[in-house]
T-cell receptor, first 116, second 112 residues
Framework: DAMVIQNPRYQVTQFGKPVTLSCSQT?????MYWYQQKSSQAPKLLFHYYDKDFNNEADTPDNFQSRRPNTSFCFLDIRSPGLGDAAMYLC???????????????FGPGTRLTVL | KQEVTQIPAALSVPEGENLVLNCSFT??????LQWFRQDPGKGLTSLLLIQSSQREQTSGRLNASLDKSSGRSTLYIAASQPGDSATYLC???????????FGGGTRLMVKP
């Protein structure tokens, strides 16, 4: 089945130790998104790629970066994780964005990050 | 800045009851609205997508409506079942910035 896959499902890192979360998709969608969801809060968009075009949200901390080496994969890099970065990180894809019949977003299962 | 509010924040109902979840948004310049389900510790499952030109969508026991002019959407769940217990999130796609803004969710518990 076509899907959005996130690895690992659970990640534990130490304070200040860089960590990378992975997302892959078999949907061949043009747009890939990264959301952060803290406990009992709504998901918040960090950034997204439209093909190779990177779009950073204004309030995304500099500590967070992303790479999209090809259509299928997108990575979230946290350079120096702090305790406040502990959260569920959700990857999503859509065929396109904006006003279009193909703008529905499909989410992966998420990676739960713990910072010790 | 778009703000999305979901009421109630939590809801407990007996099995078999029909129920309505509410979502309101402050900026009517949206291109779509999606309802998602989230089980504890899991990702989001898309339930229904309503484009800005549509007024409602149906899938099985679920029906979602959209009134853009008043900034409201409702998710109607018919004949609720214990398996419907989850958090339901509403998210609007904003014309400006092409991003989804989420509401805080409604935590639903359906008791057998």
């Amino acid at each position: 089945d076509a899907m959005v896959i996130q690895n690992p499902r659970y990640q534990v890192t130490q304070f200040g130790k860089p960590v990378t979360l992975s997302c892959s998709q078999t949907l061949n969608h043009n747009v890939m998104y990264w959301y952060q969801q803290k406990s009992s809060q709504a998901p918040k968009l960090l950034f997204h790629y439209y093909d190779k075009d990177f779009n950073n949200e204004a309030d995304t901390p500099d500590n967070f970066q992303s790479r999209r080496p090809n259509t299928s994969f997108c990575f979230l890099d946290i350079r120096s994780p702090g305790l406040g970065d502990a959260a569920m990180y959700l990857c999503a894809t859509s065929r396109t964005k904006g006003i279009s019949r193909y703008n529905e977003q499909f989410f992966g299962p998420g990676t739960r990050l713990t910072v010790l | 800045k778009q703000e999305v509010t979901q009421i109630p924040a939590a809801l407990s109902v007996p099995e078999g009851e029909n129920l309505v979840l509410n979502c309101s948004f402050t900026d009517s310049a949206i291109y779509n609205l999606q309802w998602f389900r989230q089980d504890p510790g899991k990702g989001l499952t898309s339930l229904l997508l309503i484009q800005s030109s549509q007024r409602e969508q149906t899938s099985g026991r679920l029906n979602a409506s959209l009134d853009k002019s008043s900034g409201r959407s409702t998710l109607y769940i018919a004949a609720s079942q214990p398996g419907d217990s989850a958090t339901y999130l509403c998210a609007v796609g904003n014309n400006a910035g092409n991003m989804l803004t989420f509401g805080g969710g409604t935590r639903l518990m359906v008791k057998p």
